[in-house]
């Protein structure tokens, strides 16, 4: 949080290792600029999947504002860290299977809305993006997949 605030009121100009990443040279926007895009994309896509609550009796609307809603809210993140800080960080050991997981099921819930056409298929493949990005996001979150899974052992008896 430090480095955010010194990146934003510009009291660390001359540092090249900031919160941005090494990259900040190429980029054209601010540091507040860069904030103002995170938040403006973030908003629209936590917009849409809201909007997709409002539609949830036509699965396949649903299941269009909802996925779109998920990448704008995950793409904001490249406003900060950028695409490629972004990538790197998608495709690290420790959160790679949760991203080919969480990336196949937005294909297939988009196969299921757009090519299939239907509404039992499109929902499954909702309820498993849903589940995908959760795991996904406690990946950045030190010590909560572990956490989690101690929780399904001693509820279930089973391991995620």
Not at 4 to 20: A, K, V, Y
Not at 34 to 42: D, E, K, N, P, T
Request: net charge negative; hydrophobic share 55%.
């Amino acid at each position: 949080m430090w480095k955010l605030s010194e990146s934003i009121l510009g009291d660390n100009e001359d540092q090249q290792d900031n919160l941005f990443g090494e990259q900040e040279a190429l980029c054209s926007l601010s540091p507040l600029q860069r904030v103002y895009g995170f938040a403006a994309c973030l908003f629209a896509g936590l917009i849409c999947m809201f909007l997709s609550m409002i539609v949830f009796v036509k699965p396949i609307k649903f299941s269009l504002l909802f996925t779109f809603g998920n990448m704008l809210a995950i793409g904001s993140t490249a406003f900060l860290i950028g695409p490629v800080q972004q990538i790197s960080m998608m495709m690290d050991p420790v959160r790679v299977y949760a991203t080919s997981i969480y990336a196949g099921c937005v294909v297939l819930a988009l196969i299921c809305a757009l090519l299939i056409h239907s509404k039992i298929l499109t929902l499954l493949a909702i309820i498993c993006e849903i589940c995908a990005l959760i795991w996904y996001s406690l990946s950045y979150i030190p010590f909560a997949r572990r956490m989690v899974s101690n929780v399904t052992i001693r509820l279930f008896d089973t391991e995620i």
